[in-house]
């Protein structure tokens, strides 16, 4: 009985070290990221989200913020499944200097080690990161929204590890 308890612990302990053995999976793609300021106040948030929704925009990933009371404007950074009726509405709310540009979206596992796999493959092309962003939507997968200096190299290297 003991020989036996002795071997389904190494079996699983076996299946442990496989499992983290291996890379976390990935999709690396390139998307249009919108930026824009506006003048901060309490729900300047809401008044952006209701803009978009009144054009029927969808907020695929984004961030918004102030530095609290240092800062008289809120900046959002957003990924929309329609740019141009989001320039629209973030337009018709006031907001100013509306820019878009590329970024790299990955979807990965969502586990220990993805990101690090993600910005060590980058990092080791040569290829500086200025900025990134994520969240999990499942719990089973992340989106990471990544600038680089170099996006289509970055999403090539990606792509072939």
Do not use: H
Not at 20 to 25: G, L
Not at 65 to 72: E, L, P
């Amino acid at each position: 009985m003991a020989k036996a308890a002795k071997k389904k612990t190494s079996k699983k302990t076996a299946a442990k070290k496989t499992k983290k053995s291996k890379a976390p999976s990935f999709t690396a793609k390139t998307a249009k990221e919108i930026t824009a300021t506006i003048l901060d106040g309490v729900g300047i948030t809401a008044k952006i989200a209701a803009a978009l929704a009144k054009e029927n925009v969808n907020i695929l990933a984004g961030t918004g913020y102030s530095a609290s009371g240092f800062r008289r404007m809120a900046t959002f950074t957003l990924i929309v499944d329609d740019l141009v009726k989001a320039e629209k509405a973030l337009d018709d709310v006031g907001a100013d200097n509306i820019q878009n540009q590329s970024i790299i979206m990955v979807e990965t596992e969502n586990r220990p080690g993805a990101l690090e796999r993600i910005a060590g493959i980058i990092g080791k092309a040569g290829i500086a990161i200025y900025y990134f962003y994520s969240t999990t939507s499942s719990g089973k997968t992340a989106t990471c929204v990544i600038k680089t200096a170099d996006d289509k190299k970055a999403i090539k290297v990606l792509n072939k590890a």
